[in-house]
């Protein structure tokens, strides 16, 4: 299973970005999804998840209430709208497949990996 993700980049302080990640096949289709982020020098850290229906969501706290994790099944991607951006948000975005139908924060229970995308936000 390969993903592929998409919608980073450069955006101000308060803005918006809508990133997007599509599984190469419908392997996900029963499968949880999960974004996690990367910023420098840090570790990898959970950022949204959700259930391979899409009924159950899970959100860092950091951005619960900012961004918003929904998906299309019928097309294979999952989505993070993202709003009221802050610096703190830059990192480079991963999304996941996971193991099972529910949401997660775990890494460890993701299988599959996109090859990320680099989100920054200036002040």
């Known amino acids: 299973v390969q993903l592929q993700a998409s919608g980073g980049g450069l955006v101000q302080t308060g803005g918006s970005l809508r990133l997007s990640c599509t599984a190469s096949?419908?392997?996900?289709?029963?499968?949880?999804m999960g974004w996690f982020r990367q910023a420098p020098g840090k570790e990898r850290e959970f950022v949204a998840a959700i259930s391979w229906n899409g009924d159950n969501t899970l959100y860092t706290a950091s951005v619960k209430g900012r961004f918003t994790i929904s998906r299309d099944r019928a097309k294979n991607t999952v989505y993070l709208q993202m709003d009221r951006l802050i610096p703190d948000d830059t990192a480079v975005y991963y999304c996941?497949?996971?193991?099972?139908?529910?949401?997660?924060?775990?890494?460890?229970?993701?299988?599959?990996w996109g090859q990320g995308t680099q989100v920054t936000v200036s002040s």
């Open positions: 996941a497949v996971s193991r099972s139908s529910s949401s997660t924060s775990e890494a460890g229970r993701y299988a599959y």
């Open positions: 096949r419908r392997t996900n289709s029963n499968n949880g």
